[in-house]
């Protein structure tokens, strides 16, 4: 491990940072560069050259204002918005997504494709394709890094994937480094309702909030103070016991909620695909009707016993279930108003897409810490 911090590690980290303050700040001079950071007019000058020259920012003169006198005009930097990129995946059964993010998170390109999920090799084709794809649509230019949002139990301190209940032969699949070697990039995994509760809270004030992503399965997330907690197999709200000895479930237990709250497990009670189970409520099938009633029960059950566990009352609702909301959604609220009393949960619903999008988000953060703008022995 190393130890000591050298004059290149300097330079770097200066780097670093002086393009951190130009992505937070938009247009800046290199005077309030030099005010903000401390640094000598000398040290900055040498940094923002470097950066210009490796496509990280761009030189811009504003127009002249008409009546300001004479004297220089001041040139402006800002982040160079196409040149350096990062990619954005997101693993679920319901659907592959891919997005290109530039260093001011923005979406230049999103890339989807069905999901099959019936053995580990067909799936990791099929993200090796999603993803060859969405690097060619970046032509020439850097990728930075890539982030997976990955459904499922995941070590994202190990870039490991470790169970995938929809996938049988899934199991601590080393994802980060498969896709690592096989693109030459820095891969990073998370769990995908991390990535979601990521891009929303971005550029917000949001400190305390459960989110929770409900589909093909149901997988939660929390943010306290700010930071998302996170822990391998911990919030797996899916897999908690809602009926004892209940109905099967795909991870192998009996009685979770996703078998009563999933769109899977749903379809696999209703004895038909999800979809026919949607339309046969909308058309008033008792059964039907009756199975998204018990979801909703159910699904409101679990979310204010965790909003009681963790003393959190914002909730973030995602995932492709919440299109069929108008067959459940009533009756959820009835039932959280019910459970709650005088101080139920606040909800909102975010766009399941955000899951790439927040994966490649926190690609970029991690990339523009460590940028390389390359070794220059200049003082």
């Given at each position: 491990?190393?130890?000591?911090?050298?004059?290149?590690?300097?330079?770097?980290?200066?780097?670093?940072?002086?393009?951190?303050?130009?992505?937070?700040?938009?247009?800046?001079?290199?005077?309030?560069?030099?005010?903000?950071?401390?640094?000598?007019?000398?040290?900055?000058?040498?940094?923002?050259?470097?950066?210009?020259?490796?496509?990280?920012?761009?030189?811009?003169?504003?127009?002249?204002?008409?009546?300001?006198?004479?004297?220089?005009?001041?040139?402006?930097?800002?982040?160079?918005?196409?040149?350096?990129?990062?990619?954005?995946?997101?693993?679920?059964?319901?659907?592959?997504?891919?997005?290109?993010?530039?260093?001011?998170?923005?979406?230049?390109?999103?890339?989807?494709?069905?999901?099959?999920?019936?053995?580990?090799?067909?799936?990791?084709?099929?993200?090796?394709?999603?993803?060859?794809?969405?690097?060619?649509?970046?032509?020439?230019?850097?990728?930075?890094?890539?982030?997976?949002?990955?459904?499922?139990?995941?070590?994202?301190?190990?870039?490991?994937?470790?169970?995938?209940?929809?996938?049988?032969?899934?199991?601590?699949?080393?994802?980060?480094?498969?896709?690592?070697?096989?693109?030459?990039?820095?891969?990073?995994?998370?769990?995908?309702?991390?990535?979601?509760?990521?891009?929303?809270?971005?550029?917000?004030?949001?400190?305390?909030?459960?989110?929770?992503?409900?589909?093909?399965?149901?997988?939660?997330?929390?943010?306290?103070?700010?930071?998302?907690?996170?822990?391998?197999?911990?919030?797996?709200?899916?897999?908690?016991?809602?009926?004892?000895?209940?109905?099967?479930?795909?991870?192998?237990?009996?009685?979770?909620?996703?078998?009563?709250?999933?769109q899977e497990g749903m379809a696999r009670r209703y004895?038909?695909?999800?979809?026919?189970?949607?339309?046969?409520?909308?058309?008033?099938?008792?059964?039907?009707?009756?199975?998204?009633?018990?979801?909703?029960?159910?699904?409101?059950?679990?979310?204010?016993?965790?909003?009681?566990?963790?003393?959190?009352?914002?909730?973030?609702?995602?995932?492709?279930?919440?299109?069929?909301?108008?067959?459940?959604?009533?009756?959820?609220?009835?039932?959280?108003?019910?459970?709650?009393?005088?101080?139920?949960?606040?909800?909102?619903?975010?766009?399941?897409?955000?899951?790439?999008?927040?994966?490649?988000?926190?690609?970029?953060?991690?990339?523009?810490?460590?940028?390389?703008?390359?070794?220059?022995?200049?003082?």
């Open positions: 491990m190393k130890k000591y911090i050298n004059q290149q590690d300097m330079k770097q980290a200066n780097a670093a940072d002086v393009f951190g303050l130009i992505r937070a700040r938009g247009q800046v001079t290199r005077k309030q560069l030099e005010q903000w950071t401390n640094l000598s007019w000398g040290a900055v000058s040498n940094i923002t050259a470097r950066l210009i020259q490796s496509g990280y920012i761009v030189e811009t003169k504003p127009e002249k204002i008409e009546g300001a006198g004479a004297g220089r005009t001041p040139s402006y930097l800002a982040v160079n918005e196409a040149e350096h990129f990062c990619i954005g995946l997101d693993i679920n059964s319901s659907g592959l997504q891919a997005v290109v993010v530039n260093l001011q998170n923005k979406i230049v390109k999103t890339l989807s494709k069905p999901a099959d999920f019936r053995r580990k090799d067909i799936l990791l084709s099929d993200i090796y394709k999603l993803t060859d794809a969405i690097v060619q649509t970046a032509g020439g230019h850097h990728i930075l890094g890539i982030g997976i949002a990955m459904q499922g139990q995941v070590d994202a301190l190990n870039g490991v994937s470790v169970s995938l209940p929809h996938c049988k032969d899934w199991a601590q699949v080393p994802l980060g480094s498969l896709v690592s070697e096989r693109f030459g990039l820095p891969v990073l995994v998370e769990h995908d309702p991390n990535c979601i509760l990521y891009a929303q809270s971005a550029g917000t004030k949001t400190e305390n909030v459960i989110l929770l992503r409900v589909d093909n399965g149901i997988g939660m997330a929390v943010m306290l103070e700010g930071s998302i907690f996170d822990r391998p197999g911990m919030f797996e709200l899916g897999h908690i016991c809602a009926v004892p000895n209940g109905a099967p479930c795909s991870c192998g237990k009996k009685g979770c909620l996703e078998a009563y709250a999933s004895g038909k695909p999800f979809d026919r189970l949607a339309a046969a409520a909308k058309n008033g099938e008792s059964k039907a009707v009756l199975l998204f009633e018990d979801m909703a029960a159910q699904l409101a059950a679990a979310i204010c016993n965790a909003s009681t566990l963790l003393h959190i009352k914002n909730i973030v609702l995602c995932g492709d279930m919440w299109r069929y909301q108008d067959l459940f959604y009533d009756k959820f609220l009835h039932c959280v108003q019910a459970i709650s009393g005088d101080n139920p949960p606040s909800f909102s619903v975010t766009d399941v897409e955000n899951a790439a999008f927040g994966a490649a988000l926190i690609a970029v953060e991690r990339s523009v810490k460590h940028i390389r703008v390359g070794k220059d022995d200049n003082k």
